[in-house]
């Protein structure tokens, strides 16, 4: 709904600038001619009491007893007369110099006083109209700062919707762009400005981006239709000679190479499954784990007796995960020949807690440097055996079944591999 009138982020966020901006310096404006009035007054006044003293300075030079000045405002003592003219005995505390905002009945006074010989002069100016006139200053200044708020207030929102609306439509087109959708160009819709420009470059980077993929998926359909047909006749093969052969000799390298054949196959299937970036094609299942990390055991016993690594499976009999087989498979080899080729002399613990599978190893481990790297395209650590490629091919297929792959060091030394199924 607020996409529809135009309340966006960005919008609430031009608008909410230009208000502060337009604030702060409406503010910034009323002070500065509030406190220009009030100094240029406390100036006028400071001037006008000059000019009366240097003019009953000299009236009093003339003659002494020249009556001395009197106005509506203005009140005038000489403390040589305060016989005739009392003084008020508020004027009398006072110090020679300039005193401003006496506050007296509800009055306000300037007040100068200044020394003329053995005498002291008190000039007194009735201010209280000057002060009402700056409380209606102020008044005038409130109200018009609200007033200017307002109308800055509606400016905004239509300068807002204005800078904000190409914007905020490249974001909605953007959004309703779907993945697998192909050849989409948003630069003719829009003129030749920054947005436009924006919507230019997503152009030219989508078109690499949509001839990246094509080129991906025609190489992916390629290598599957490449590699299953020969890896179908070895498997074949395989089999065939295993079911004509019962020579002790020969069956164990037959076994060999079904389990190649076998490996390369659910390969295949785990990296077309990541590649292709789409839903499993085969609907999950209920997988027992005990079974299958005995079938990878058995399947890598070779590499296990040749380190001399003890692999103790942990799993209770009856622990099962909702997973796609195939691509389980793939991933628990990975982690466990990834333990196996870390040690020699070692072991490696298989454990389910808490719906995450653990795969522990106890052997020489990897720096804290390497392990954020773990999981990048082609890393090798510094005692690496491999090409970089099971852990990443590990943590693709973990990213589009949804688990979560972690690595972290093993207290005992080693690492462990903690998957997550999730719910």
């Not at 924006?198 to 025609?218: G, L």
């Not at 080693?414 to 719910?423: E, K, Q």
Request: proline share 4%; with cysteine.
């Amino acid at each position: 709904m607020k996409a529809l009138l135009g309340e966006t982020s960005l919008f609430r966020r031009i608008n909410a600038s230009i208000l502060l901006a337009s604030a702060f310096f409406l503010s910034l404006l009323s002070l500065v001619i509030y406190y220009s009035n009030e100094a240029l007054e406390d100036e006028l006044l400071h001037t006008q009491s000059r000019f009366e003293l240097d003019y009953i300075r000299d009236l009093l030079q003339q003659d002494p007893d020249s009556p001395l000045p009197t106005a509506a405002s203005l009140s005038v003592y000489l403390q040589s007369r305060s016989g005739s003219m009392p003084i008020p005995a508020y004027l009398a505390g006072f110090a020679p110099g300039t005193h401003h905002d006496i506050k007296l009945d509800g009055r306000s006074y300037h007040v100068l006083v200044e020394n003329l010989g053995d005498d002291r002069v008190y000039i007194q100016y009735d201010v209280t109209r000057i002060e009402r006139s700056e409380r209606l200053l102020l008044f005038i200044l409130c109200v018009a700062w609200v007033v200017l708020l307002v109308i800055v207030f509606f400016i905004a929102r239509i300068l807002s919707r204005r800078l904000s609306g190409p914007i905020v439509h490249l974001s909605n087109e953007l959004s309703r762009i779907d993945p697998d959708q192909r050849g989409v160009r948003l630069g003719e819709r829009y003129t030749d400005d920054e947005v436009g420009r924006i919507a230019r470059a997503f152009d030219t980077y989508t078109a690499k981006m949509d001839d990246y993929v094509e080129k991906q998926m025609a190489f992916a359909g390629m290598a599957s239709h490449e590699l299953r047909s020969p890896l179908t006749i070895v498997q074949t093969s395989a089999d065939l000679i295993a079911s004509r052969h019962a020579d002790p000799d020969i069956l164990p390298q037959i076994e060999k190479i079904q389990r190649a054949a076998s490996g390369m196959s659910n390969m295949i299937h785990a990296l077309l499954a990541v590649t292709r970036d789409k839903p499993p094609e085969r609907e999950p299942q209920r997988v027992s784990l005990r079974p299958m990390i005995d079938e990878i055991a058995e399947a890598l016993k070779p590499e296990i007796q040749a380190k001399q690594i003890e692999v103790d499976n942990r799993i209770e009999a009856d622990c099962s995960v909702n997973a796609e087989p195939t691509l389980l498979r793939v991933v628990l080899t990975n982690l466990i020949r990834n333990g196996l080729k870390h040690g020699d002399h070692s072991s490696i613990a298989i454990g389910m807690q808490d719906g995450r599978l653990s795969i522990a190893d106890t052997g020489i481990g990897i720096d804290a440097e390497s392990l954020s790297r773990i999981f990048d395209f082609g890393f090798r650590g510094q005692n690496s055996q491999g090409y970089g490629i099971g852990l990443y091919i590990s943590r693709l297929v973990c990213d589009h079944q949804g688990w979560t792959l972690s690595l972290e060091p093993n207290p005992g030394g080693g690492i462990v591999a903690r998957i997550d199924f999730g719910a």
